[in-house]
């Protein structure tokens, strides 16, 4: 199984991981709906929702490059729509898109509480149920449709709260959203599974925390090819599930990880948050 032909909606997928899912989807032949803000470039910010379109079609793909505000429900509800003029319908998505403030309380201001909850909860809860009647008509035609949301698993340990409280949060909102809508869309045939990295991922959102070593970090490339196995995979068997890159990987006979380091020869990578 492939993605070929299979239509994508992808959030923030202008950069970083949500771009390379959607490069490696193209490579199968597939659609993929480009839903992000950035539509103008910003040299401390590489990628535009059109920069993107073209490195997916580059990769075999085509693309629809809509800019889209997921904290909005009439820009997410006119995307799916246009989505489905464009490609028929839409088969799988991605809820990558995120906002992240690693702030203490003190620290954080409540603009930026709401920005991490509009997007992380909020938006993923949107595109869901803007995209589920599409999802179930893809199931009843028997093409495998799937959510993918882009955080972490549950774990209810202090330590990942204490420092970045309202972070911790909105990342463990989208956890809840696989929780709950894996057991409430499993009677539709839709799959709905939560992806993680083990490693820190060199994407444009690092450079919100400061400290961090580049060089010590994989690439996006490595959540790509594993977001490809869950997406592949048989979504009436294969729902509910907090999976970790590396992880998902090796059960794949996947163990050489070498092509995935930033820095060639790394052993001694950044860890991720919320990996116990």
Not at 13 to 41: F, M, Y
Not at 130 to 136: D, E, I, N, P
Not at 226 to 252: M, R, V
Request: with cysteine; hydrophobic share 45%.
């Amino acid at each position: 199984m492939n993605l070929a032909d299979k239509t994508l909606f992808i959030t923030g997928a202008s950069r970083g991981i949500g771009l390379a899912i959607a490069v490696r989807a193209a490579r199968d032949g597939a659609n993929v709906v480009v839903a992000a803000k950035t539509s103008e470039a910003n040299p401390k910010l590489p990628g535009t929702i059109y920069s993107a379109a073209a490195a997916i079609e580059a990769a075999g793909g085509k693309a629809l490059a809509l800019q889209c505000d997921i904290r909005d429900e009439a820009s997410v509800q006119a995307a799916v729509a246009a989505a489905v003029d464009r490609f028929g319908g839409i088969d799988i998505l991605v809820n990558n898109a995120s906002a992240i403030s690693l702030t203490p309380t003190p620290d954080t201001p409540m603009k930026r509480f709401d920005l991490m909850f509009g997007v992380n909860v909020r938006g993923t809860y949107c595109c869901t149920q803007a995209c589920l009647a599409q999802l179930a008509a893809s199931a009843k035609g028997g093409r495998n449709p799937h959510v993918l949301n882009m955080s972490p698993p549950l774990s209810m340990r202090e330590r990942w709260f204490a420092s970045h409280t309202a972070y911790t949060m909105a990342k463990y909102g989208m956890s809840m959203c696989t929780l709950g809508h894996a057991g409430e869309f499993r009677p539709l045939g839709i799959a709905v599974n939560s992806l993680w990295p083990r490693t820190a991922i060199k994407t444009a959102a690092l450079q919100m925390i400061p400290g961090i070593d580049f060089g010590a970090c994989r690439t996006p490339e490595i959540l790509a090819d594993a977001a490809w196995l869950i997406l592949t995979s048989d979504a009436k068997t294969t729902s509910g599930n907090f999976f970790i890159d590396d992880a998902l990987l090796a059960e794949h006979g996947v163990t050489d990880l070498e092509r995935y380091s930033v820095t060639p020869g790394t052993k001694d990578f950044v860890p991720d948050f919320f990996v116990d």
